[in-house]
C-alpha cells in the first residue's frame, strides 16, 4: 500500500522536473591566439603594386578620424547626429532598457503598498432607538500589503535572461546602424 507521503514526495519529484531549463552559458571562446589573412591558396603577389595587410594594428572605434580630413569629419558627427534610423535605434535600446528595469525590479523584488484613510461619519440615533441627535465618530483605517513572486522553477530569471538579451541584440543593433552609416558618409566623401 502506498502512503501519503509517498505521494507528496512523487509529486515534489515532478514539480521539480517542470523547471525551466538550465542556467544560460556563453560557449567558450575559440583557443586562437591570433588570425590571419593569408591562405597557403591565396597569397598576394607582393612585387606587384597591390594591398599589403599589416598585421598587430586595431582600428580604433572613429576610425574616420584616419583621413585625418575635418570636412569628413564634420559630415561624419552630422551624419550621426541627424540620422532618424540612429535616433529610432537610440530609442529602441532606451525602451528595451527601461523594459528590462521595470521587470528586473517587478521579478526580484517584493511590491509595497500602503494606505492611510480616514473618515468622519454619523449614525442617526434613531437607528438604535434613540430618536435624538446621534452620534458623530471618526474611522482610521491602516494598511500594507507586501507581496512577492517566488521564482520556484526559474520562469522569472529565464524572463530576465530574454530581456537582457533583448538589449544586447539593441545595442548591436545601434553599434550596426552608426557603423552603416559612418561607412556610407565615408565612401560618399571619397567618391565625391
Not at 589573412?37 to 607582393?46: A, F, H, P, V
Not at 603594386?49 to 585625418?68: D, G, H, M, R, V
Not at 468622519?120 to 500594507?144: C, E
Request: negative net charge.
Amino acid at each position: 500500500m502506498i502512503s501519503k507521503s509517498h505521494y507528496i514526495m512523487a509529486a515534489a519529484l515532478l514539480l521539480a522536473g517542470c523547471a525551466a531549463g538550465p542556467d544560460f552559458h556563453s560557449p567558450q571562446a575559440p583557443a586562437v591566439h591570433h588570425y590571419s589573412n593569408e591562405r597557403s591558396e591565396l597569397k598576394l603577389d607582393t612585387s606587384l603594386n597591390q594591398i599589403k595587410f599589416i598585421q598587430s594594428k586595431t582600428i580604433p572605434a572613429l576610425w574616420w578620424q584616419l583621413f585625418e580630413s575635418k570636412e569628413l569629419e564634420q559630415l561624419v558627427l552630422l551624419g550621426l547626429k541627424e540620422s532618424p534610423t540612429v535616433a529610432a535605434a537610440k530609442a529602441k535600446l532606451k525602451a528595451a532598457e527601461e523594459s528590462f528595469n521595470a521587470d528586473h525590479s517587478s521579478i526580484l523584488f517584493p511590491a509595497v503598498d500602503a494606505n492611510l484613510n480616514s473618515s468622519r461619519q454619523k449614525i442617526s440615533g434613531a437607528a438604535f432607538g434613540n430618536p435624538g441627535n446621534g452620534s458623530l465618530f471618526t474611522v482610521h483605517t491602516a494598511s500594507v500589503d507586501i507581496s512577492y513572486s517566488l521564482d520556484l522553477f526559474g520562469g522569472g530569471r529565464r524572463y530576465l535572461e530574454s530581456g537582457l538579451a533583448q538589449v544586447e541584440f539593441e545595442r548591436f543593433q545601434l553599434q550596426a546602424a552608426q557603423i552603416t552609416l559612418t561607412t556610407n558618409i565615408a565612401t560618399t566623401a571619397i567618391n565625391e
